[in-house]
């Protein structure tokens, strides 16, 4: 089950940064410098030798020859696809994509079949060919968007690609009237838009499916994720218990049920739910890493004073508080509301914009303001290790905000 996007660009020299910057450095020091090479006047020939293989340049180990029984190789490649016999599909497509260079339907078999054989980097390559032959094939549109929003690790830009690739195919197919491919379309759609925060989109996919097939698990479950990112919280719960007899998806539906009713204060209802996610499966459901919340705030007090000093100078008179569970009114201030599992909040306006207190607000109370989550980060990690850092990802997150950067910039960060 998948709980739950952009095609991979040349750089011609780049920095990442895998871990946050802990503190604001002189423009000089530590700074990433790209020298580019003088090019030649002329480009020097190309090597007519044979290359032949080293210890630093192996062969490859080779695909075995297609056996397709009579067939025609493209024919055996999705039979043996169908078959889940991801090895002979490869052999057999990459013989139809040699034969045929130009076939939009051999590249995109053969790049099914390194998708399902965890072959990923070469997956990546051979869906953009398949879609550079033919960016309109509803084929590839499928099999990239199944890629990226379903197999790939989520993240913000895979997910993202692969809701582009859902969304023109659904455009396609709907205006060429193909049903099947509609559906499977509107359902990786769904799957998307819920993974990309954009949880009004992911309803209204999931009802068009429900609109020509009642009972369509995917787009059930998908609708039930997308009613609880919504607030719509009763609504969830209805269309949660409704998934409990789903075998692919009860696991989900108990754990998102546990979200509920904790949220409601039933505590103990909450905690059965939980253990049942976790018995049917636990590598999704490990047990939450829950501090008390004296050790949390001990933890936050040492993530703010690990913050640089400017950071620290921006948070004076900034409260900075410990909460278990984001309350209904900050999730709904805004639209489209944000979602329960939000890991932390800045409350306010960020500095240097006028701020005042919120009209209900108790007299004396600032205007700016920071939580974060015990029990929504306790989910989020699998070890001690994992929630501190954690904390202190959220945390710059967090000031961020209060500093005037959005989502998307943060995100580039590598603060998302």
């Not at 130009?102 to 990546?124: F, I, K, P």
């Not at 201030?333 to 108790?362: H, K, Q, V, Y």
């Amino acid at each position: 089950m998948r709980c739950s996007l952009v095609i991979v660009a040349l750089t011609v020299c780049g920095c990442t940064c895998t871990t946050p910057p802990a503190a604001s450095v002189d423009a000089d020091a530590g700074a990433c410098v790209c020298v580019a090479e003088v090019p030649a006047s002329h480009p020097p020939p190309k090597s007519t030798a044979r290359q032949e293989p080293t210890a630093g340049t192996p062969h490859v180990q080779p695909l075995a020859l297609c056996d397709g029984k009579g067939k025609l190789p493209l024919d055996a490649a999705r039979e043996a696809f169908d078959a889940r016999q991801y090895e002979k599909a490869l052999s057999c497509a990459a013989q139809a994509a040699a034969l045929s260079p130009g076939d939009v339907l051999a590249h995109t078999e053969r790049a099914n079949a390194l998708a399902q054989l965890l072959r990923n980097d070469e997956a990546v390559l051979a869906y953009a060919r398949a879609l550079a032959i033919d960016p309109d094939s509803l084929d590839a549109l499928a099999g990239a968007a199944h890629f990226y929003i379903v197999l790939m690790p989520s993240s913000r830009e895979l997910d993202e690609l692969g809701s582009a690739y859902a969304e023109r195919g659904f455009e396609l197919a709907t205006a060429q009237h193909d049903e099947p491919f509609a559906m499977s379309f509107a359902r990786l759609s769904a799957m998307g838009f819920n993974d990309t925060g954009q949880p009004h989109d992911a309803l209204d996919r999931a009802d068009w499916v429900l609109q020509h097939e009642k009972d369509d698990p995917e787009a059930l479950y998908e609708r039930a994720v997308a009613l609880f990112e919504l607030c719509r919280f009763s609504d969830a719960k209805a269309a949660f218990t409704r998934l409990l007899g789903d075998p692919e998806r009860a696991a989900w539906a108990h754990h998102h049920l546990g979200l509920l009713l904790e949220r409601e204060g039933k505590d103990k209802e909450a905690e059965a739910h939980f253990g049942k996610a976790r018995a049917l499966d636990l590598e999704s459901f490990p047990a939450p890493v829950l501090l008390s919340k004296e050790d949390f705030q001990a933890e936050l007090d040492q993530a703010i004073a690990a913050l640089p000093a400017d950071m620290r100078k921006d948070l004076k008179g900034v409260p900075v508080a410990m909460e278990d569970l984001p309350d209904v009114a900050d999730l709904t201030s805004g639209e489209p509301p944000l979602s329960p599992n939000i890991l932390g909040l800045f409350r306010g306006t960020p500095l240097g914009e006028t701020c005042e207190p919120e009209p209900d607000a108790r007299p004396g109370a600032p205007c700016r303001s920071i939580a974060l989550y015990r029990k929504n980060l306790a989910r989020a990690v699998k070890t001690k290790d994992e929630l501190v850092e954690q904390i202190s990802v959220t945390l710059l997150h967090e000031v961020g905000h209060l500093r005037g950067e959005d989502d998307s910039e943060l995100a580039a960060r590598g603060l998302e």
